[in-house]
């Protein structure tokens, strides 16, 4: 499998520590207010690289965190701490903003069929390891402390700008978006490890340390979670693309720091999902949420298409006309798995299957291209093939691409057995109405050609049409005109 690696900027074997096994990061969510869908972008291509690498035969060992504290405002450690932030709008405590938005993460994650990492650390949680790792930064002289903080000093790396190179100037005050000045750091490009002081006084979350009360930075949590639960070396490390500067950055730092070794070999970044006006985030006004999306009246699967039918590594502009033109999509080629047998026990081609299997393969194989993997989907109906192969191959794919395939395919199969069940019925029970435009005709006369028309009626329910044919020309014999309607029949004679 080649896959790219922006730590190298080229497409790379993918190659395990460990054979057999894989070890995967996770940059989880800070849970300060609802993820938005380009927050989820990022998770449901990681959700993607999850599973195909399990369906290549891997191991999967993977672990997320979860920000609940640290995360601030600004890029340079200065600002106002997220979840402290979301507490404040919403008048609670902050671990109850965490939880609330916690559950709520997951309750997306639901609707998109992103699989929750087996480990979920809360960096609430962790304390005592954020402590310990910062110490060890200490003693080996990687750290330094001012004005009561914990920093971490990048002038003892070879190189500290392992993603792209940046001048000293990209750090200073004004020339990018988030970072304000910090006097303590001895160089720009330090960060924070562990805070006792800044320059507000109500975080709500604090911890004794041997530096004084405070709380972890937002770096050291995912470096401390990942060494304890997924050991020195890390096979894969994922995120969106704005966590490569500084956050993966600095992970990277004081990892190795800390470890004495290379730390992480692949490091897999998702891009920016856009709207027309730039690149979404909760404070741009326009805030698209998993619930926005069916209120809107749209499936959350047909999302998670919208961006498998885009690379990972390429920007995707979101637009409500690009959501409609998904749905019919999804909708049309879930109406042409429907139209297969799906009850089919037929047996499975097994040259067939591996022919076609081999194009899902090849296409996750080049670096994750999910719009060809989506492609060989519909080459299966295309296949000459019989039915129980096509839904094999279907169910296969779908353990990737969790598109919900099979299940949305049953439940339309089971809706138009419902309504031609119904349809059925209200045939059965429909009253025939039967009409003689004719004046003068005998009472008997009538009596025997209504009889005639209910018996023709009762064969065609019957669909024995032989039957209702020879009674129409004994009708027509008598002189008898007939017109049929809807649940009606008039005649003359």
Known sequence: MKLYNTLTKTRDEFVTHEPGKCNMYTCGPTVYHFAHIGNLRSYIMEDILEKYLRYTGLEVKRCMNITDVGHLSSDADTGEDKMLKGAKREKKTVMEIAQFYTDAFFADCGKLNIKIPEIVVPATSYIPQFIEMVQTLLDKGYAYIAEGNVYFDTSKLDEYYVFNKHDAEDLAVGVRDGVEEDLAKRNKSDFVLWFTKSKFEDQELKWDSPWGIGYPGWHIECSAISVQNLGEYLDIHCGGIDNAFPHHTNEIAQSEAYLGHKWCTHWFHVLHLNTNTGKMSKSS????????????????????????????????????????????????????????????????????????????????????????????????????????????????????????????????????????????????????????????????TKAKVEEL?????????????????????????????????????????
């Open 453 to 493: 028309i209910t018996r023709r009626a009762e064969a065609k329910k019957a669909k024995d049409f032989a039957s209702a044919d020879a009674i129409r020309d004994e009708l027509t014999a008598m002189g008898v005109v007939l017109k049929d309607a809807k649940d009606s029949v008039s005649w003359s004679m």
């Open 285 to 444: 006004g326009e805030f698209l949420t998993v619930s926005l999306l069916e209120e809107k009246g749209f499936d959350p699967l047909v999302y998670r298409l919208f961006c498998l039918q885009s690379h990972y590594r390429k920007s995707l502009v979101f637009s409500w006309e690009g959501m409609e033109s998904t749905r019919t999509a999804y909708n049309k080629l879930v109406n042409r798995i429907a139209s297969l047998k799906l009850d089919d026990n037929s047996p499975v081609d097994e040259a067939k299957f591996g022919e076609l299997k081999q194009r899902f393969s090849d296409a996750m194989d080049n670096d994750l291209n999910t719009a060809l993997a989506v492609t060989a989907v519909y080459d299966v109906l295309k296949a000459q093939t019989n039915d129980a192969t096509k839904i094999a191959l279907i169910r296969d794919f779908d353990t990737v691409l969790s598109l919900g395939l099979l299940e949305a395919a049953a439940k339309v199969k089971k809706s138009a057995e419902a309504e031609a069940a119904a349809r059925a019925k209200a045939a059965e029970n429909a009253t025939l109405t039967i009409t003689c435009t004719s004046e003068g005709v005998d009472a008997d």
